[in-house]
């Protein structure tokens, strides 16, 4: 971190700031130049609160030069890490590090049939992974709010049934008491900067999929699994869920640049949700493959048996034949990328 001082900061205010900022365990070199005065911070400046400096009379300008993000930067972790989730019969499924998670299921549980149809035609055309969601976030209080608790225990029954480990959303904390048999927690992307619960999932040892939030940058999704990570928590994959731009042609705007760039900056698995990301049925498989070929280590993908009389997203929704085609694509996607399926 360097900051640079006004030119007329008193040499003792000078001192007694340098001082402070020593005191917050960085070392910090002085260079007087004729006409500025510029401090280099050498050392752990992740808990140094920028705009607390910028606040200081004697302070022009702070530039960070490296990431306020730790624990979930590459440079601190140079291996890719892997997630590995037990499944039925003492297998383990990965995600990240050379491993392709696929998880696949309806936007939200319905009903006993409905689920687990779609659970047993997503396991055979080859998902690793069970979603579907028992608490759904709604844009409209009068929407389909999710089964809740009933729909959580449908998604296990299910579970038991295929052997398939189960990804959910979890909107509040106390909802997590009723999450033992889940295998991987959703943040999804409105509770991406819900920082309460961010902290908690910290303290929680089970495996978070962390979902962009619908404007937030890159770093914003990074410093939110350092929330988790700061917790005692590293069990987390991130997904790219499309965010907003000016165009309303598909529903959010699948930034893949953000694959590339979200694999140069951290360690965490990386996974893409062409669902959510273009709303529309017909894209998805396209966009499943751009995301493996751009270097995702996994996807989540809507899959409903009925589409069109779907709950929640249905006209985002693919058919389970949809499904089992683009799996046999994928095949080929994971082996031209060195990934094995999961
Ligand atoms: C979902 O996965 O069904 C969901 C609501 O996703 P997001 O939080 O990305 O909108
Ligand atoms: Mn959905």
New binding site residues.
Partial sequence: MIIALKHDAPGEEIRAFTAFLEKQGVRVHLSEGASQTVLGLVGDTSGIDEEGLMARRLVEKVIRVQEPYKRANRMFHPDDTRIDIGAAGGETRHIGAGYLGIIAGP??VETREQIAGVAKAVKEAGAGFL?G?AF??RTSPYSFQGLGCGGLDLLLEAKKETGLPVVT?LMAIHQLELFDGVDII??????MQNFTLLKELGRCKKPVLL??G?ASTITELLMAAEYIMAGGNSRIIL?E??IRTFDSYTRNTLDLSAVPALKRHTHLPVIV?P??ATGIAWMVPAMAKAAVAAGADGL?V?VHNNPEAAL??GEQSITPASFAALMGALKKYAEFEGKKLS
Wanted: hydrophobic letters at 15%.
């Fill in positions: 936007c939200s979603r969601g759904k976030p959303e959703q943040v999804g992307a409105r509770n979902k962009r619908l997904c869920r499309g949700d669902s959510h989540i809507e929640c997203d």
